[in-house]
């Protein structure tokens, strides 16, 4: 990566600090019955600007900084974590020492008196364990960002400028269009890591992101939203046309705003009250394979501790009772979850610097693993393969899908839809609500297309579908060769909740699942 | 911990520094914390009981800022983290500056309006509060429920999960047209969830707080435990149309996710919202009322003024069933209002999961969202002249399925949930069978009653309270789920 000498809080300031986070992990590990700590330092520097209806709404050019650090103490062993935002005068002279000595003070108090409170517990709660690490291999790297045009030297200006031209080009679609909004973004992070292991590894990656935002309206009818991403972990090319869509930013918000103009006029569908033959295209499944099989194939919700937030998973009841082994989808089906992969799941090493690695989740219709991290991975007797990340290096990393996809198939996906007598065509994924373990889910698309006679005969709005989750993987019957992985940039989990950008697709997928339509 | 007096001297020297540039600025010096001491017991897997206390903290400043530029106003915004010196004004004054921009919708930096009603609400133990003792709270909260348990001799396919929340927020402002003014908030919440794994049940307690003195995390535990053994042995019932009564989680979870940010300038000003146009008309039953009050003392959705520093307050949403007002900040409420209505900025918070963010800009947010009937009655009352219902306890993933402004939504119900036989609670519902299929405009306009108990509840990544009562409604729809035995 081509690095320009430091201006001002620039992420060539962490140059200067790996001895300190060094000197750090070595203080951490003389700390009494300190069994393990790491810390993470990261930097982005970014610009973004919005407009809406052909208006600036927002301009900014900033860095924003912080650390983390995890320590593992006391006899019963057991977590602590500590984090903050960082500024620059946290870089200067021995500022960062005492930043960094203070946060590991604080993990590890917390830790001591975390461990020592569960050790007092036992009785009551017998299942209470000490914490334990599954080993890795212990990494130093450097691993540089990828970009063609650096973020760093695209002028505001210009981030701004297509901001504003996109959206006046998107409200003159159409009167109909009575909302344009478009976010811009570009980001150049990097991060360090360093554990009393010994890791240390020093990851950088760019982003470059657009976010739109279309409402139209025809007569008093109800208006008819849309909300799309266009991004990767790459430069400002990305807005130019270097993207999974290969289309700049402008052609797929227009097309965006065409479709939701188009939509605004269609009829409502209605829901139906039996299975029918449902076609779902690569979109619409990102967003199915997010929620019905990435989430409940991350490690730590599978165990439970996601109970009190986002729900528990329909692969994994208990240690000895699970799905592992069995059939949960039809053998058409299969499904991974790949960091080595484009996509906003992309990276070299997860958050407590394991080798990332491709997790195969289903195989055939079987379920063969979780995405994990080291904790878990002892927890369910398995291999760490890297899952672990956290939006800002201040929050604790939780398991977290990649890229996480269904795998693709060997069909056409036109004869898929050629094949269908009778069915739906659903298209671009909308909304999810699922059940608690998601075992059931309904999805809601941007557009639903009846199919008769294999041809897409009428356009439908406000549509989705529902099913239980295993009757529609079992359900697959055709699998298109058309895989795509889509920019997730708003996957929430955890408390605090972090907000994490990961990587969804799949091919096109012939299935069958009740309709949903409009409830009034 | 960075005192109130730190920040107010931050907002006032660097005010004096920037204003020699000759714009018109407003200062804003925040500092928060927030710790989190995360649960995760489970009796039949290895686990941490108290997973790990985590804190993340912040503190900075942040300056919008508005210039004359060629006769056009341009407006910018930049902010300083980890710096309250004056050059950390003036350097986010600096990048204010270079970002400044022409927004033909923006109209000036807020004015002062008012004094604030809410003084001294916070509470200073909470302010000096150890590691250690935050640490506790989270165990207490892990005791009360294992305690329940044990007294009913349940030991296996037990989880228990959720958090204890400490967030201490410090905020000053200072502006040149006038805004001088602080604020200090504490904020304690324990939301817990227990299950009885095998037996699919799954029970919710939570205790909210200003103050530690109030504050009951060991109680939340406990209820947690006694909902979920209430509903053991729950049936399932078929798809069809029910009377049901809203039990106070399911009301916050319509009110967080669909009503009040439908009720928000921010969805008008997107043309997003069922609302649309019906201001001054009948959107709800007459027995249904909404506001938001952020100025209630001793509810942890208050504050003293909001991040653009003008006061909190009242502001009625939905009077008998009319639609009367929005939620709004500074400059959608210039924006989008006018000589025949005005949108009084209540709402204008620069809210983050860990509090009032100085590199943020004023957004709107609910505070404390009240939702009351016009004559209320008892629990029993609510469930009388019912032959056939549900009783909804707990709802999740409660989204506007088809976007906001067609007000079609769906949730799962997950637990807390029974049966209504003859006005009285029966069977136990169970747990992730049934899925609300309805529409908000439905539910709104079929309110037949509302319980005169309420109490503070918060959902899962909500940044407002909810003061919930419970609801009776009519014709909802509920579907059965989970039939093939996912």
Redesign the interface.
């Known amino acids: 990566m081509k690095r320009k000498r430091a201006k001002r809080f620039s992420i060539e300031a962490l140059d200067d600090i790996k001895d300190r986070a060094l000197e750090a992990t070595e203080y951490a590990r003389s700390l009494k019955e300190c069994q393990y700590a790491d810390l993470r330092i990261g930097l982005t520097e970014y610009k973004t600007a919005s407009s809406e209806n052909g208006n600036a709404k927002e301009v900014r050019e900033e860095e924003s900084a912080s650390l983390g650090v995890r320590v593992i103490a006391g006899e019963m062993a057991a977590w602590g974590h500590y984090g903050q935002p960082l500024g620059k005068l946290d870089f200067k002279g021995k500022a960062l020492w005492r930043v960094l000595r203070h946060g590991i003070n604080s993990a590890y108090e917390r830790a001591q008196a975390n461990a020592a409170k569960k050790l007092s517990l036992k009785d009551l709660a017998p299942a209470l364990a000490p914490v334990r690490l599954a080993p890795v291999q212990v990494c130093q790297d450097v691993v540089p960002a990828v970009f063609e045009e650096d973020p760093r030297q695209v002028p505001l200006k210009e981030v701004l400028a297509l901001a504003v031209e996109v959206t006046k080009e998107m409200k003159a679609v159409a009167p109909e269009v009575k909302f344009a909004y478009v976010a811009v973004l570009t980001a150049l992070t990097r991060e360090l890591f360093y554990s009393t292991e010994g890791a240390a590894i020093d990851q950088s990656h760019a982003l470059t992101q657009g976010n739109m935002y279309i409402v139209a309206q025809k007569g008093g009818a109800i208006p008819e939203t849309f909300i799309d991403y266009l991004g990767a972990q790459r430069g400002w090319e990305v807005v130019k046309g270097k993207n999974l869509y290969n289309k700049s930013l402008l052609d797929l918000a227009l097309e965006r705003t065409r479709d939701t103009v188009e939509l605004s006029g269609a009829d409502f569908l209605t829901s139906s009250e039996k299975p029918v033959v449902v076609v779902t295209d690569p979109h619409f499944n990102a967003l199915l394979v997010h929620e019905i099989i990435g989430h409940p194939t991350e490690a730590d919700r599978a165990i439970k501790m996601e109970t009190a937030y986002a729900g528990r998973s329909w692969f994994l009841r208990g240690l000895n009772d699970s799905e592992l082994g069995k059939q949960v989808a039809s053998n058409l089906l299969s499904a991974f979850s790949d960091p080595s992969l484009e996509g906003y799941g992309h990276y070299k090493y997860d958050a407590e610097g394991v080798p990332a690695k491709r997790a195969i989740l289903i195989d055939k219709g079987v379920l063969r693993g979780f995405m994990n991290g080291r904790e878990s991975a002892v927890i369910l007797n398995q291999e760490p393969n890297g899952s672990m990340r956290a939006t800002e290096c201040h929050y604790v990393p939780l398991v977290r899908m990649t890229n996480t996809v269904i795998a693709t198939g060997d069909r056409n996906p036109e004869d898929i839809i050629a094949e269908v007598k009778e069915g739906y065509y659903v298209v671009n994924h909308r909304i999810p609500s699922i059940s608690e373990s998601r075992e059931n889910f309904r999805i809601s698309a941007q557009k639903v297309y009846k199919i008769e006679d294999g041809k897409l005969v009428k356009l439908y709005r406000g549509g989705g579908i529902t099913s239980d989750s295993r009757a529609f993987f079992m359900s697959i019957d055709a699998v298109g060769k058309d895989l795509a992985i889509f920019p997730i940039p708003n996957c929430g989990k955890g408390q605090p909740m972090q907000v994490m950008k990961v990587g969804n697709g799949g091919p096109t997928l012939r299935g069958m699942a009740k309709l949903t339509g409009e409830y009034r | 911990m960075i005192k109130v007096e730190q920040l107010r001297d931050c907002a006032e020297k660097g005010l004096a520094t920037a204003k020699r540039e000759g714009a018109e600025l407003e200062v804003f010096a925040s500092w928060n914390e927030?710790i989190?001491v995360?649960?995760?017991?489970?009796?039949?897997?290895?686990?941490?009981?108290?997973?790990?206390?985590?804190?993340?903290?912040?503190f900075?400043v942040g300056v919008l800022a508005s210039f004359k530029d060629k006769g056009k106003l341009t407006a910018?915004?930049?902010?300083?983290?980890?710096?309250l010196r004056p050059r950390?004004v003036k350097e986010a004054f600096r990048?204010a500056r270079?970002?400044?921009?022409?927004?033909?919708?923006f109209r000036s930096l807020p004015t002062p309006a008012g004094i604030p009603t809410l003084v001294n609400y916070h509470d200073p133990l909470v302010m000096e509060a150890r590691?250690?003792d935050i640490?506790?709270l989270g165990?207490k909260a892990?005791?009360g429920a294992?305690?329940a348990f044990?007294e009913r001799g349940i030991s296996k396919?037990i989880?228990v999960?959720?958090?204890v929340?400490v967030l201490k927020e410090t905020i000053a402002i200072k502006s040149t047209l006038g805004i001088d003014d602080f604020d200090e908030s504490t904020i304690l919440t324990a939301?817990?969830?227990t299950?009885v794994?095998d037996k699919g049940v799954?029970g919710t307690g939570w205790s909210t707080s200003t103050h530690l003195g109030q504050f009951n995390p060991g109680r939340a535990g406990l209820e947690a435990a006694e909902s979920a053994i209430r509903t053991l042995g729950g049936q399932r019932v078929p798809s069809g149309l029910y009377h049901v009564v809203l039990g106070r989680q399911p009301v916050t979870e319509l009110v967080s996710n669909i009503i009040a940010p439908s009720l928000s300038l921010f969805a008008v000003?997107?043309?997003?919202t069922p609302f649309?146009g019906k201001l001054g008309k009948q959107v709800a039953s007459s027995n249904l009322s909404i506001y938001d009050d952020g100025a209630i003392l001793g509810q942890i959705g208050s504050k003293k003024i909001t991040c653009e520093g003008l006061p909190t307050g009242r502001t009625d949403l939905v009077t008998g069933g009319l639609l009367v007002g929005f939620l709004a900040n500074h400059y959608l409420g210039k924006k989008l209002g006018g000589s025949l209505i005005t949108f009084q900025p209540r709402n204008g918070f620069r809210l983050h999961?860990?509090g009032r963010r100085h590199?943020a800009?004023a957004e709107v947010f609910p505070t404390n969202m009240v939702v009351e009937g016009k004559e209320e009655v008892s629990n029993e009352e609510l469930l009388s002249g019912i032959k056939e219902g549900v009783y909804i306890g707990r709802i999740?993933?409660?989204?506007?399925?088809?976007?906001?402004?067609?007000?079609?939504f769906?949730?799962?119900i997950?637990g807390d949930s029974f049966l209504i036989k003859d006005g009285r609670l029966s069977t136990p519902l169970k747990?992730?069978t049934l899925?609300i299929?309805?529409?908000i405009?439905?539910v709104l306009n079929n309110v037949l009653a509302v319980s005169k108990e309420k109490k503070a509840t918060l959902v899962?990544?909500g940044e407002e309270v909810v003061m919930a009562p419970e609801v009776r409604v009519e014709g909802v729809?509920l579907?059965s789920?989970?039939?093939?035995?996912?």
């Open positions: 927030l989190t995360r649960l995760n017991y489970t009796s039949d897997i290895p686990s941490s009981g108290v997973q790990e206390p985590k804190s993340t903290q912040s900075g910018g915004f930049g902010s300083e983290s980890n710096d950390a990048r270079h970002c400044r921009f022409f927004d033909s919708d590691d250690g640490v506790e165990w892990l005791e294992l305690k044990k396919s989880i999960g959720g958090d929340c939301a817990i969830t299950m794994e799954k000003n997107a043309s997003n649309l999961a860990m590199d800009k999740w993933y409660t989204y506007p399925i088809n976007g906001l402004a067609a007000g079609d769906t949730s799962t997950i747990p992730n899925r299929n309805s529409n405009n439905h899962w990544a729809r579907d789920i989970g039939e093939t035995g996912a």
